[in-house]
């Protein structure tokens, strides 16, 4: 029975809107009234025979409905935004009676105004919306709602939406209470090769059972799944070289500062998350004194977190890191003081909760490669984003003049010294630009996740695992260290889960350092220390 009303509803609505049955009519008050007031059975008929000939203002109602935005005293309807009272036949402003009750829906009510708002989605100009109709159809195939689905399809010049549209029409059809149709349904829908079609076909497994329709239900499941899992293996891949990309980004500065200096620095994580807040301020800037330009609020951030942490880094050398060169357990413990103290400092000034930075809107959304693969935005950036970073730091340290000064320094100091290099400022250049660039991490942190106080201890450990692996000094091997890593961390992620496959990352980088200390690539040449 219930059915057989919901057929006549969208029937009724097909009749007059989709085959052309007249000219709309507007909602009337006697309308507004029948579909809100009574028992719910007369309530669906009186929104079948509005749907028959809905106008703006009906889905305008309808919608309210479904929202819990309407009340009712005695037989007046009010639609009610803001405190605001609004006619629904009208649009008019009115007030609303203090004796006025909420509508309320039953569940079967609130179905039949979803079937409703999902119908008149489903023949609209706008291609988001008709999406968004096909997508609600789906959530709850019905073979009752097939001449909607099949009028639709007749209709429909958006390619995308109509493959969904014969998703939905088969989804609908796996449900009938005919065998044939079923067995139809079921081989049509292993030709659509998406994981929402293999959920689908999951849930009629459970409930099957004709031995011929499972059978076709098991060889379309297996079609989908051999068809997927490239999609599932090169979306771990992806996934492994957008952590191998954040972990490179975190330990260039490290490589810098650990790698050429010597020094442990402890304080590497706050740094990040100092160019992190620093994202987060330029953002709140550009909110409050440029919305328009919001877009590009980015640009700006990633200049002032590298200055912000190498202003930072670079105090921190001055003031202490100076004074500890060749003492590395003294600058371990140090660094480790001053990390928590900005940790600290960071919660007095902005909260010791986690605040938000927003993607632009450039950043948002993502490439759809395959049915299971989708290649975010923000991801891809920072992918490219790292790579830059990678190649400025690689010219800057073999090009420039400031590289070969510090590489002078860090192979012998005494002789550096003797050429005329100022080896205290030579040092504290260094340091800074090893700071600046975990500014840079954390600015790209920001863009894939929430920016807290302690955001810089979830990376530290990683970091000089990353630097160790691939060579004390040596910005190939870091590159290599730390996407072999990402990747090798999400492969395993797949089989074993998050914490075994670190756990196991862990125990294969002490293997391997006990096998070769100088990690992936040995320092050529000689040192002073040599």
Request: a positive charge; aromatic letters at 6%; charged letters at 20%.
């Amino acid at each position: 029975m219930h059915r057989q009303r919901l057929l006549k509803i969208f029937m009724a609505w097909l009749a007059g809107v989709c085959l052309g049955a007249g000219p709309a009519h507007a909602l009337t008050a006697a309308q507004a009234t029948a579909i809100a007031v009574g028992e719910t059975d007369a309530r669906i008929e009186a929104l079948s025979r509005a749907m028959a000939a809905a106008d703006d203002k009906t889905a305008a109602f309808i919608q309210a409905m479904a929202d819990g935005d309407v009340k009712v005293s005695g037989d007046k309807v009010f639609i009610v935004k803001d405190a605001k009272g609004i006619d629904p036949v009208t649009g008019a402003a009115v007030p609303v009676p203090d004796g006025a009750e909420d509508l309320i829906n039953n569940n079967r009510m609130r179905g039949e105004l979803d079937n409703a708002l999902a119908a008149l989605k489903l023949f609209n100009k706008d291609d988001k919306l008709r999406m968004e109709g096909v997508k609600a159809l789906l959530k709850e195939p019905d073979e009752a709602r097939l001449p909607l689905v099949e009028k639709a399809l007749a209709a429909e010049g958006n390619p995308a939406i109509k493959a969904q549209l014969e998703l939905a029409r088969a989804a609908a059809l796996l449900g009938s209470a005919d065998k044939t149709r079923r067995l139809d349904a079921a081989r049509a829908l292993g030709q659509n090769k998406t994981p929402e079609t293999k959920l689908l076909l999951n849930e009629r497994m459970k409930v099957e059972t004709e031995p011929d329709v499972k059978v076709q239900l098991e060889a379309s499941l297996r079609s989908i799944e051999n068809s997927l899992v490239w999609g599932d293996k090169l979306g771990a891949l992806f996934s492994g070289i957008s952590l191998g990309s954040i972990l490179l980004l975190v330990a260039l500065g490290l490589a810098i500062t650990y790698g050429l200096m010597g020094v442990i620095n402890m304080a590497h994580g706050e740094l990040m998350m100092i160019g992190a807040y620093a994202t987060y301020v330029v953002q709140g800037l550009f909110q409050k004194y440029l919305p328009g330009a919001f877009d590009w609020y980015l640009l700006a951030a990633v200049p002032v977190a590298f200055l912000a942490s190498a202003l930072v880094g670079a105090a921190l050398e001055r003031s202490v890191i100076r004074f500890l060169y060749g003492r590395p357990l003294e600058t371990l413990l140090a660094t480790w003081g001053i990390s928590l103290m900005l940790i600290q400092g960071v919660r007095s000034i902005f909260g010791a909760q986690n605040v938000g930075v927003e993607n632009p809107s450039w950043m948002s959304g993502g490439v759809q490669v395959l049915a299971n693969l989708s290649l975010p935005y923000n991801r891809l950036v920072i992918i490219g984003f790292a790579a830059a970073v990678l190649l400025g730091m690689a010219f800057l340290i073999g090009r420039t003049r400031l590289g070969l000064f510090v590489r002078g320094v860090t192979q012998n100091r005494p002789i550096a010294s003797c050429m005329g290099v100022n080896t205290a400022r030579i040092d504290t250049y260094a340091f800074a630009l090893g700071s600046g660039i975990a500014g840079l991490a954390g600015c790209a942190l920001s863009q894939v996740g929430n920016v807290g106080p302690d955001l810089g201890q979830s990376y530290i450990v990683d970091a000089f695992m990353v630097v160790v692996l691939g060579g004390v000094g040596q910005l190939a091997g870091t590159v290599y260290a730390a996407m072999g890593l990402g990747i090798l961390n999400k492969l395993l992620e797949g089989w074993t889960g998050a914490v075994l496959a670190k756990i196991a990352v862990l125990v294969f980088i002490i293997i391997f350092i006990q096998k070769r200390p100088q990690g992936i690539f040995a320092m050529k040449g000689r040192s002073a220390e040599a």
